[in-house]
């Protein structure tokens, strides 16, 4: 890290004291993260955005859509800065407002729109969220899947969950905590007619999960599971439910990015890990236990690539920019669209 970014990145922020609010992302780089307020994942996060009212600008160190439910959820006169807007997030990319508004038109066209459920991940535009609102539907993230499609399922009467857009967590989340199976689960596929399905088998699934995935988790296997086994003997490996079926079922534990914090802090001196998340995080668990061997499930996966588009220049440019009085980068949610989808974010803030 370059000392002389960190002062700067320092003085501006005391400049400005509690007129900034600093958000930061797990997978978040550590120079980054030593200036953040709080850290999360994007459930604590979305929690925390509001906590601090008196903050006039909010800067998310994450990735934009996490930077739109921030100002979704806070209040008009907060500003909420993201410091690269090329900060994207290739999963949330893959569910467009069209394409869903075409996959909810083929499930009419089935009869069956009226019993289905929209349970959409955080992980995806606000445009999507909004769409999940108008249908009376939940957001999740990956700590509160199971609550969202106990809800869908239960409290909400639905027959079917139109899952959006991570294909592995709603898999995942149906197969391991529901009880479902590998037949109770169809996958719609955006680029092909009627999502590549007939209208059969649309109106007897359980759970139609979109066709979306996340590039990094989505690249873990099996073989990263068992080449780690035969490299670290008595290795726990703990993997994040965005990753395939084949390499939770090969894991021994999966969960949120908060949970596998939990497990590693509870941990005993001496034990070892192997992580199936995004590369900062296990780095950064792994200097924060140095009693404990901690590994990354696969050496060949890298970083999330636009989450590292939070550097230290992007962040000192952000606050310095304030200071100047200017706020750049500013991220907005039209009314039309965030009205509806705060409906759907507070759904899951409301959930048991
Ligand atoms: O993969 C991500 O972007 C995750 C895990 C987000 C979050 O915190 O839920
Ligand atoms: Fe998106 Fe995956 Fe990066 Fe998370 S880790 S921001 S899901 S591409």
Redesign the pocket.
């Known amino acids: 890290a370059d000392p002389d970014l960190a002062a700067r990145a320092a003085a501006a922020k005391a400049t400005l004291g509690e007129r900034v609010f600093i958000l930061g992302?797990?997978?978040q780089r550590d120079e980054v993260i030593a200036f953040a307020d709080v850290t999360?994942?994007?459930?604590k996060?979305a929690q925390l955005a509001a906590a601090r009212p008196e903050a006039e600008a909010i800067i998310f160190c994450g990735?934009h859509f996490m930077a739109e439910s921030a100002d979704i959820l806070t209040g008009p006169h907060q500003k909420v800065i993201l410091p690269d807007l090329a900060a994207g997030?290739s999963?949330a990319d893959m569910a467009t407002a069209e394409q869903v508004e075409q996959a909810w038109d083929d499930l009419a066209d089935a009869g069956v729109e009226a019993t289905t459920v929209p349970v959409s991940y955080?992980?995806s535009s606000a445009a999507i969220k909004a769409f999940t609102g108008r249908h009376d539907g939940t957001i999740c993230?990956?700590?509160n899947a199971r609550r969202a499609l106990e809800w869908a399922f239960g409290a909400r009467g639905g027959e079917r969950v139109l899952f959006l857009p991570d294909q592995h967590l709603g898999r995942n989340t149906a197969i391991a905590e529901l009880g479902m199976t590998e037949a109770d689960c169809v996958v719609y596929d955006p680029r092909r007619p009627r999502g590549g399905l007939s209208q059969a088998q649309l109106r007897d699934a359980k759970m139609i999960l979109w066709r979306g995935h996340?590039s990094?988790?989505g690249r873990f296997t099996r073989q990263s599971v068992d080449e780690v086994r035969a490299r670290v003997p008595g290795v726990t490996v703990l993997v994040?439910p965005?990753c395939r079926r084949e390499v939770v079922t090969a894991a021994d534990r999966v969960g949120?990015?908060e949970y596998i914090i939990a497990a590693v802090d509870a941990a005993s001196p001496g034990s070892a890990f192997a992580i199936g998340?995004?590369l900062n995080l296990v780095r950064r668990l792994s200097t924060r236990h140095p009693d404990k061997t901690i590994v990354f499930l696969d050496r060949t996966v890298c970083f999330?690539s636009t989450?590292n588009r939070i550097d230290m220049p992007h962040l000192v440019w952000a606050l310095e920019s304030l200071v100047r009085g200017e706020t750049p980068n500013q991220i907005t949610v039209d009314p039309d669209v965030a009205t509806p989808a705060r409906k759907a974010l507070d759904q899951m803030l409301a959930l048991p």
């Open positions: 992302h797990h997978y999360g994942d994007s459930f996060l990735v997030c999963m955080m992980n993230t990956s700590s996340c990094v988790h994040h965005e949120s990015t998340t995004e999330c989450m």
